[in-house]
């Protein structure tokens, strides 16, 4: 969760990097009200029972905090579960995925603004000049997803998977870069997807590579995730020869064992990800990766926990986002034969433990060495691979590309100096 303050408005944003970029839109409409009203708009995430939880209790102590203010409730828990937050005494408005970038609903009778997320058919550029408080651009470049993974409620949310056309991608890294951005971040529900419903169907790798060609002065161009079922030969390419393309690779793995994975209905299977994890690092010998993984899903036995445990471990992925598995009402997966509890937080703790375990494997070979970093908050240089460095400066600026030496490991914790 994270707040982002606009005067005497504030957003509170739960969940996924897309959220937090249209957080930013809804952040710079809100600067343009001219009225008396004092708003707080929580961008809501509904990917587990715990982020709903966490939602309503930022919700109850807002508003014993801050009476006169006016709560709205949006994002996809709100899309999924409007009477929910409609019922809430706390709450003002209840505004949909759809209806939240259109900022007329504060001055409408009706508490509830939810239509039919399945009904949109494109997705409009949303431009943002800046990102407060981010040292790196965020640009929504897709939203929805058309899969139906038995686990996920997330398309209920976000509906179909929609593409922003690639001029429009381009004008917004445009603006990002004239802004001072070094880097720029291409975030989504499903980005691996993009394309596939624009006139003439362009692939993901082809409008990445449009936007390095149309805008030179770019420095590094992040993808927030990829799936390994889904990437095209333009991907590829770039991986083998773009060097302004960053080299980590945020995995949307979810489990490594083939059956679960089936029943899921992923499409990917665990030999997928070992071959993407050979291929990139055969270009990029540095590159880190970093996964989404659900413990303890629904008839995950101990054999099957362990065959995703070692496929992690043995291909070295350790940026984890690790979720105990939450049942969501109305997925396939909520009527499965369920893993204990006590279970699933034991396999949430080791497969945290391994992450761990393997960054303080892999962190150790970079002391000696320069590189360029992204200066962020709190001193913490960041590599074009996502690995954290912590320096001793305080008089770098937030944003600013550096280069830095790292000159020592201790304790899971890279040390360097800037030195140019």
Known sequence: MSDTTSHKHEVVTFGCRLNHFESQVMRQ?????????EIVVFNSCAVTKEAERQLKQSIRKTKRENPNKQLVVTG???????????NMPEVDWVVGNQEKFEAKYL??????????IMSIKDTAAHMVSSFDGKARGFVQVQ??????????????????????????IVDQVKILVDQGYHE?????????DYGKDLPGSPSLGQMMRRVLNLVPNLTRLRLSSV???????????????????????????QAGDDMILKRMKRRHTRQDVFDFCDFVRKYRPHASFGADIIAGFPTESDEMFENGYALIKESGISFLHVFPYSPREGTPAAKM???????KKERAKRLRQLGQELQCQQFPEYVGNSYQAIIEESGIARLDNFVPVTLNETSLVHGQLATVL???????????KHVS
């Not at 001055?107 to 039919?116: C, I, P, T």
């Not at 034969?337 to 279970?343: D, E, K, R």
């Not at 790292?406 to 360097?416: E, K, T, W």
């Open 29 to 37: 409409q809100l600067e343009q009200l001219d009225d008396d009203k």
């Open 184 to 192: 720029v971040v291409f975030t989504g529900v499903d980005i691996t």
């Open 143 to 168: 939203n929805g997803c058309n899969h139906r993974c038995t686990f996920c409620i997330i398309p209920y949310g976000r509906g179909n998977s929609r593409s922003v056309p690639v001029g429009q």
């Open 76 to 86: 996809c828990a709100a899309q999924i579960h409007p009477h929910v937050y409609a």
């Open 227 to 253: 799936d390994v079922a889904e990437i095209d030969e333009d991907v590829r390419d770039l991986i083998a020869n773009e060097p302004r393309l960053c080299s980590h690779f945020h995995i949307s793995l």
């Open 406 to 416: 790292i000159d020592r490991y201790a304790d899971g914790v890279l040390f360097g």
């Open 337 to 343: 034969p369920q893993v204990a509890n006590v279970t």
């Open 107 to 116: 001055s409408g009778q009706e508490k509830v603004a939810v239509n039919d």
